[in-house]
């Protein structure tokens, strides 16, 4: 299988978008994320995939803490400009420091406050394991989406329903 055939076949899997950002002694850093999940809820964990190419990851690992970033529909450029290299991510873009210092992007749909928990092997990523400090969510907001190589957003949001147990093969 090569890795075309891969990003394709896995494209189809919808997810959100993120921003991991840290405050270092030289400033601010972050970069965006797809791979992010929640892990456990206790401990309350939750797992990122930085590419082991990442400039702005072992800046970021050493820090005390750092933000999670959950974008919202309206936040493509800060996807695609923290997914850039070698340029100024921060310039023009609203944050503030979070209860633990680490910038929040302003409009996010939600941030986690993090410290370091682990580290994996992840093939041409590092899994990152992370406990989460706090957090606060703005519920007046829609999530960003990556889709099929695209951004996209919520459409409608379908009725809760109750969870059906799966039944057995027989």
């Given at each position: 299988?090569?890795?075309?055939?891969?990003?394709?076949?896995?494209?189809?899997?919808?997810?959100?978008?993120t921003v991991i950002t840290g405050l270092t002694t030289a400033g601010p850093v972050g970069?965006?994320?797809?791979?992010?999940?929640?892990?456990?809820?206790?401990?309350?964990?939750?797992?990122?995939?930085?590419?082991?190419?990442?400039?702005?990851?072992?800046?970021?690992?050493?820090l005390a803490s750092f933000a999670i970033n959950i974008l919202a529909d309206h936040q493509?450029?800060?996807?695609?400009?923290?997914?850039?290299?070698?340029?100024?991510?921060?310039?023009?873009?609203?944050?503030?420091?979070?209860?633990?210092?680490?910038?929040?992007?302003?409009?996010?749909?939600?941030?986690?406050?993090?410290?370091?928990?682990?580290?994996?092997?992840?093939?041409?990523?590092?899994?990152?394991?992370?406990?989460?400090?706090d957090f606060q969510v703005n519920d007046e907001r829609a999530p960003l989406l990556f889709?099929?190589?695209?951004?996209?957003?919520?459409?409608?949001?379908?009725?809760?329903?109750?969870?059906?147990?799966?039944?057995?093969?027989?």
């Amino acid at each position: 299988m090569d890795a075309t055939t891969m990003r394709h076949v896995l494209g189809h899997f919808g997810s959100g978008v993120t921003v991991i950002t840290g405050l270092t002694t030289a400033g601010p850093v972050g970069f965006t994320c797809q791979s992010f999940f929640s892990l456990s809820l206790d401990p309350a964990l939750v797992t990122f995939a930085p590419s082991r190419t990442s400039t702005s990851w072992p800046g970021i690992r050493p820090l005390a803490s750092f933000a999670i970033n959950i974008l919202a529909d309206h936040q493509t450029a800060h996807s695609t400009g923290f997914s850039r290299s070698g340029t100024d991510k921060f310039s023009g873009v609203d944050w503030r420091p979070s209860n633990f210092g680490a910038p929040v992007l302003a409009e996010a749909l939600a941030h986690l406050d993090c410290r370091f928990w682990a580290e994996y092997d992840g093939g041409d990523h590092t899994i990152v394991a992370a406990e989460v400090m706090d957090f606060q969510v703005n519920d007046e907001r829609a999530p960003l989406l990556f889709y099929k190589g695209a951004y996209a957003s919520v459409g409608s949001i379908l009725p809760h329903a109750e969870p059906v147990a799966p039944t057995a093969v027989q």
